[in-house]
């Protein structure tokens, strides 16, 4: 059995006395107390030194989990009550202090074990910087090596950037990815690109691999649903598992002020919240993360890490939403 690193969270809730749940906070379960397979296992990378831009993102799984007492598990829009989903909380990967390379390979190793044991269950990994993405999907690539695989990318980024100049920095994912072989080139589609925010040399890269970029204006010229609906679709003609990624700098720097990368002309909350409904119901997707997400740069009201657990929280009602 492949070896994990995964540790009890720091923080956690626990279910109050023999009521059913009301909120997110009672309603999600430590992995180790789940008798039943999970439909859904969240587990934390918590590691930002390999962030390029300072960052705090090894903050977010914490902050992630003790924002969910604001949410109830009852969502309004759809009519939908999120407490028949079976949530199961795996922890945190224990990061070496020190050494991002031994802190990746146990991003990678712990994916790993998780997708192997529990095959037919979603994993939904919070980050940490980017980087943790390259080492969630090789950890996937490991357990089905047989396999292709697909990524749906939320991004203002490429994140092409050279490795063998940056070390596997979160600017770097795709291209680690790429150049390792595990994903094609045109097995990747970016939705949120926009603005003065890739350089030619990134552009070339991109196109040389037949990355697929979808601006946000030409997303909201075709409107954004259909957008994601073909990507998912175009994705699933081709792949055997789709992985999505969301950074969320794809916000714009207006709504998400802890984000590192954070830029302007970004997606809305509304449409990060709709986008996510409808990845939510597609059932070639496997897994997702949610990355670079900075709470020591959040507002007094913590506003970007509770845009962050609405946005989970829209991609689980996408999975009810499937049946």
């Known amino acids: 059995m492949k070896k994990h690193y995964l540790q009890e969270p720091e923080w956690s809730w626990n279910l109050p006395g023999e009521q059913p749940p009301t909120y997110v906070h009672h309603w999600v379960q430590q992995l180790r107390n789940t008798n039943n397979t999970p439909d859904m296992i969240l587990y934390g990378a918590p590691i930002s030194r390999s962030s390029i831009s300072v960052s705090g993102a090894s903050l977010y799984p914490t902050e992630f989990r003790r924002l969910w007492k604001n949410f109830a598990t009852y969502n309004l829009d759809e009519?939908?009550?999120l407490?028949?989903?079976?949530?199961?909380?795996?922890?945190?990967v224990s990061m070496h202090?020190?050494?991002?390379?031994?802190?990746?390979?146990?991003?990678?190793e712990s994916t790993t074990y998780l997708v192997e044991n529990y095959p037919n269950t979603t994993t939904c990994m919070i980050g940490g910087d980017h980087?943790?993405?390259?080492?969630?999907?090789?950890?996937?690539?490991?357990?089905?090596?047989?396999?292709?695989?697909?990524?749906?990318?939320?991004?203002?980024?490429?994140?092409?950037?050279?490795?063998?100049?940056?070390?596997p920095a979160n600017g770097t994912p795709i291209r680690q990815l790429i150049d390792g072989d595990i994903v094609k080139g045109e097995h990747v589609i970016n939705i949120g690109l926009h603005g003065y925010?890739?350089?030619?040399?990134l552009i070339d890269y991109a196109k040389e691999h037949k990355i697929q970029m979808v601006t946000i204006k030409q997303a909201r010229k075709k409107g954004l649903i259909k957008t994601i609906q073909k990507a998912l679709n175009d994705l699933s003609s081709k792949v055997d598992r789709i992985y999505v990624t969301v950074d969320m700098d794809v916000l714009d720097i207006s709504l998400a002020?802890?984000?590192?990368?954070?830029?302007?002309?970004?997606?809305?909350?509304?449409?990060?919240?709709?986008?996510?409904?409808?990845?939510?119901?597609?059932?070639?997707?496997?897994?997702?993360?949610?990355?670079?997400?900075?709470?020591?740069?959040?507002?007094?009201?913590?506003?970007?890490?509770?845009?962050?657990?609405?946005?989970?929280?829209?991609?689980?009602?996408?999975?009810?939403?499937?049946?």
């Open 97 to 108: 202090t020190t050494d991002i390379l031994l802190s990746h390979q146990r991003i990678q």
């Open 131 to 167: 980087s943790t993405t390259a080492c969630a999907v090789r950890g996937i690539k490991e357990a089905y090596p047989e396999e292709t695989i697909g990524i749906l990318q939320l991004d203002t980024h490429l994140d092409v950037r050279d490795p063998k100049e940056l070390g």
């Open 257 to 323: 002020p802890g984000v590192p990368a954070s830029t302007p002309g970004g997606m809305t909350t509304i449409e990060l919240f709709d986008s996510l409904l409808e990845i939510g119901r597609h059932p070639v997707v496997n897994h997702i993360d949610f990355v670079c997400l900075d709470p020591s740069k959040d507002s007094a009201v913590a506003e970007t890490v509770k845009t962050g657990v609405y946005a989970w929280l829209q991609f689980v009602t996408g999975r009810i939403l499937q049946d």
């Open 197 to 201: 925010f890739n350089a030619k040399p």
């Open 79 to 81: 009519d939908v009550d």
């Open 83 to 92: 407490i028949p989903y079976n949530v199961a909380d795996a922890g945190d």
